[in-house]
């Protein structure tokens, strides 16, 4: 018998998350339960599920909650409000009603009265496994590499001032000179599925020797070194969502490769202001086995 194609081995792996959610709403189906499903670490099932079906995991969960509530509100005659809400996991009517008119353009009570079965159908039809695109990809030997680092933690949107902190203590200090070393960024975790206090990111730059003490906060950390893919993003790091989840949800599946527990990293290879960020240039590397 000969094995399943990695991209097939994937298909597999997803369906059965998602057969396991639509058989068990009402149970656990938080990020630890479904990566043990998927067989994959939960440093990874997030980014992973994300990038495969379209939408973050909590989100697939509510609007598949939602979903059967909305089902058993037009088709059970003795099925109330709140026991949708209920159901569906929600702590009261009144938030429950608020995420079902957000989902379906109209309250619980008046799509039981006149269910719209096409909004439904629109509504619940989840993205997953319907894009491609072409990248081009390399998969390099990254060198262990030392670096400086100021670490934000807090919302993303946050993220630039700590990137002009980091700018003063790379001039004040005259170490990691922007001219010969290489500045880096690590997202420990996803934007898109981290709530937004607990978001952490590493802007950092190359250094050769000890970091001085310093009153900036930076210190160093190790970018270890091992296998990577490696993916050119062009254009606003604001947008390097754009090229990091392809990575996972269309070359990783047929690539046969598997991946290291260590977070992606970006080396920005270009400079602001002297390069407008809508033509800068960053390599995304994703550390693999």
């Not at 109330?80 to 009144?94: C, Q, R, T, W």
């Amino acid at each position: 018998m000969t094995d399943l194609p990695t991209n097939a081995a994937y298909l597999k792996r997803f369906n059965a998350v998602l057969a396991y959610i639509e058989a068990n709403l009402e149970g656990d189906l938080s990020v630890k339960a479904l990566s043990d499903v998927a067989n994959f670490s939960v440093f990874h099932f997030h980014r992973q599920f994300t990038a495969y079906i379209g939408v973050p995991v909590a989100r697939y969960v509510q609007l598949m909650r939602l979903r059967r509530s909305a089902h058993h509100l037009a088709s059970i005659a003795h099925y109330s409000v709140l026991d949708a809400a209920i159901d569906a996991g929600f702590e009261s009517p009144e938030a429950f009603c608020r995420a079902f008119k957000r989902a379906i353009g109209m309250t619980p009570s008046a799509f039981r009265q006149q269910p719209s079965w096409t909004v439904w159908n629109t509504v619940f039809a989840i993205p997953h496994f319907s894009r491609s695109v072409i990248m081009q990809v390399r998969i390099v030997d990254f060198a262990e590499v030392r670096v400086a680092a100021l670490e934000h933690c807090g919302p993303p949107g946050q993220v630039d001032e700590n990137v002009q902190k980091f700018i003063a203590w790379r001039m004040h200090s005259g170490q990691s000179p922007v001219a010969t070393s290489r500045t880096f960024g690590v997202p420990y975790n996803n934007p898109d599925t981290t709530p937004p206090q607990d978001f952490r990111f590493a802007i950092g730059g190359e250094i050769h020797e000890a970091v001085s003490a310093n009153t900036f906060g930076v210190h160093e950390i190790v970018i270890p070194g091992g296998r990577c893919v490696v993916v050119r993003h062009m254009g606003s790091p604001d947008h390097i969502g754009e090229t990091i989840y392809p990575i996972y949800r269309d070359w990783l599946p047929a690539s046969g490769e598997e991946l290291r527990d260590h977070p992606l990293f970006f080396h920005y290879l270009s400079v602001y202001p002297e390069t407008p960020q809508d033509q800068w240039q960053t390599d995304i590397y994703v550390p693999l086995r």
